[in-house]
């Protein structure tokens, strides 16, 4: 079936423009992860979504950054005011339960300029 | 807080030698330890997983060990293949989220 997806995949931004990313998880997953993966780096985790619960948003890494998941499926990653430390290649993955495989999207590079 | 650490950060080996990586973890509440492969601009991908019931797993190739009593996983690939060249990522799970360690790039010569 079809895997989990991203859009946009490449995104330029000007330092202070606001950008949303989007994330389509597995059908049928109820978990949902945002992971930030700097270049060279492993992912470290920003938040979680059970349905459209978000249950862990400690890795977020300012108020700048905020996420949604209103139904339970796609979700959104969405960071204001975006500075250049923030250029980065931020992933989604899905699981079926908490506790199951968690398997990742290709991932929206963004770069701030 | 959690830590995960994985060492080597590179890795060459000739086609058909084997490879190891290993990784520690801070956290002795962590049960679940899954090994990515992740090539140039593309995605992680699972290649094996294990859970803290269990010491060693195999699939093909690649096997997985865990100590859970010194905080160590390994990942081995045998026979290596050209196509292995990647960078690998452990990870442990915390609560409900993964902590990845920094990669190992491998390197494999024809």
């Known amino acids: 079936g079809a895997g989990v997806s991203q859009s946009p995949r490449y995104k330029v931004a000007k330092r202070g423009q606001d950008v949303a990313l989007r994330c389509d998880p597995i059908?049928?997953?109820?978990?949902l992860f945002w992971y930030q993966q700097a270049l060279g780096q492993g992912p470290e985790f920003l938040t979680y979504?059970?349905?459209?619960?978000?249950?862990?948003k400690s890795g977020l890494p300012s108020d700048r950054f905020f996420a949604e998941r209103p139904e339970g499926s796609v979700s959104t990653l969405k960071i204001q005011r975006t500075q250049q430390e923030d250029s980065a290649v931020y992933l989604c993955?899905?699981?079926?339960?908490?506790?199951?495989?968690?398997?990742f999207g290709p991932g929206t590079r963004l770069l701030v300029l | 807080g959690e830590n995960v650490e994985q060492h080597p950060s590179t890795l060459s080996v000739q086609e058909g030698d084997s490879a190891v990586i290993k990784c520690t973890y801070s956290?002795?509440?962590?049960?679940?330890f899954p090994w990515y492969k992740q090539e140039l601009g593309k995605r992680p991908q699972l290649i094996i997983d294990i859970r803290s019931n269990v010491g060693e797993k195999k699939d093909q190739r690649i096997a997985v060990t865990l100590n859970k009593t010194a905080k160590h996983f390994s990942l081995h690939i045998t026979e290596t293949q050209p196509e292995d060249s990647a960078v690998y990522f452990c990870a442990a799970k915390y609560t409900d989220k993964l902590i990845f360690g920094t990669g190992t790039r491998l390197q494999v010569f024809p």
């Open positions: 059908s049928g997953h109820v978990s």
């Open positions: 956290d002795s509440a962590s049960n679940y």
């Open positions: 993955a899905s699981s079926l339960q908490r506790q199951e495989t968690q398997y």
């Open positions: 979504f059970q349905n459209e619960a978000q249950l862990d």
